[in-house]
């Protein structure tokens, strides 16, 4: 980590977004108390993460990247054995609550390692929140899981949300950042950016020009070559940055002049995808 300070609002949904490597799942562990700190403060609830570490892991929950519970417990057990953990009596009720919380009712005597992925998700969201935290960490919680049982549990989040619970989760996903409340931008363990996603846009005060072309990648470099406006390359499109008519105009006389065709085009407002670009080649 790098100098990085920032705070999180009680019962807000704070993301920390980069791409692999940017130090998220580092800094989340270093909240959680698994990972000692080289240097700096930090406080959860108020406490001091170094002199009240075992008082913060009683009222936080934390669920890594990785599937990380008991793949020959059911998924009863499972939560039974983190309901035992935190000293959870009378658990059963809770159990129930957030089985039925879960959508995994009618798979409580499945075992874990049977699961797919998103239920595996699911089982150990509801192992997390047993013993009632009041703030819970999620690392990339979504990452690998298929897009229907993601949507699913953006559902469940958001339903916690609702609750009160504070939520702070990593992302490398853009589109799932726009979800956030508030967004820290990280990369190679610096904090770049930190604000709700609608004033990260607006930052960047500027418009997108999105074009699909027949030969990207030689457009691409055509519009790089000859144009000052900021220009990027996604999969099968292409986004240029514009402050206006004329901007537009322009380039679009310059896509005549270097004989491009254009396939699909459309102004669109700037994505936080945009503006993660537009930070990194300004560093």
């Not at 977004?17 to 990972?35: E, Q, S």
Request: net charge neutral; aromatic share 8%; proline share 3%.
């Amino acid at each position: 980590m790098d100098g990085i300070s920032f705070s999180v609002k009680e019962k807000e949904v704070f993301g920390l977004v980069g791409p692999d490597g940017a130090g998220k799942t580092t800094l989340i562990r270093m909240l959680c108390g698994l990972i000692k700190p080289s240097g700096g403060t930090a406080a959860i609830l108020g406490h001091d993460l170094i002199k009240d570490i075992n008082r913060i892991k009683n009222e936080i929950g934390y669920l890594s990247q990785k599937f990380s519970l008991y793949a020959d417990l059911s998924i009863d057990e499972n939560i039974e054995f983190f309901a035992e953990l935190h000293g959870v009596k009378n658990f059963k009720s809770r159990r129930n609550e957030l089985l039925e919380f879960t959508r995994l009712e009618k798979f409580r005597h499945f075992l874990a390692g049977k699961l797919s992925g998103g239920m595996k998700q699911k089982l150990a969201l509801a192992c997390t929140l047993i013993h009632r935290p009041k703030i819970i960490f999620l690392d990339e919680p979504t990452t690998g899981v298929d897009p229907v049982s993601r949507r699913d549990f953006w559902k469940i989040l958001s339903e916690l949300h609702n609750e009160g619970v504070t939520i702070i989760i990593s992302t490398p996903y853009m589109d799932e950042a726009e979800r956030f409340n508030t967004i820290a931008m990280m990369n190679y363990g610096k904090l770049l950016m930190n604000d709700s996603p609608a004033a990260i846009k607006a930052g960047m005060n500027t418009q997108v020009l999105e074009i699909v072309t027949s030969e990207l990648r030689d457009s691409y470099k055509f519009i790089t070559e000859n144009s000052a406006n900021e220009v990027q390359l996604f999969g099968d499109r292409i986004d240029i940055a514009v402050s206006n008519d004329d901007d537009i105009t322009k380039i679009e006389n310059l896509l005549k002049s270097g004989n491009i065709t254009v396939k699909d085009k459309r102004i669109k407002p700037v994505s936080l995808e945009n503006v993660f670009i537009h930070v990194l080649k300004e560093q």
